[in-house]
């Protein structure tokens, strides 16, 4: 689902493409905006980007951000056979 164009080393990651399944999809969309309602209770790296990209951007291109980076978070964790582990957030000096 999630794509990957790289040219002159630096990679540009691509949004998921609608060729693939529809429910899967829908599932993560839905997902990521569960997670975009309890957004102020997390302490991760994951919750202080989607905080960042919500004050730049509309909360349904978020949604579909948040969806993909689930999309290649869940293909790490498969591929590798490994677990998520989240990163707690660096407090800004």
Not at 20 to 43: E, F, P, S, Y
Not at 61 to 71: E, Y
């Amino acid at each position: 689902m999630p794509r990957q164009y790289s040219t002159g080393g630096k990679p540009t990651l691509l949004g998921i493409s609608k060729r693939g399944d529809k429910h899967l999809r829908r599932l993560l969309v839905q997902g990521a905006r569960v997670i975009m309602l309890r957004i102020q209770t997390r302490a991760d790296v994951l919750g202080e980007w989607v905080r960042d990209m919500l004050c730049r951007r509309h909360s349904n291109v978020v949604a579909c951000a948040l969806a993909n980076k689930m999309a290649r978070i869940a293909w790490a964790i498969l591929a590798k056979g490994t677990h998520y582990q989240s990163r707690p957030a660096v407090a800004a000096v």
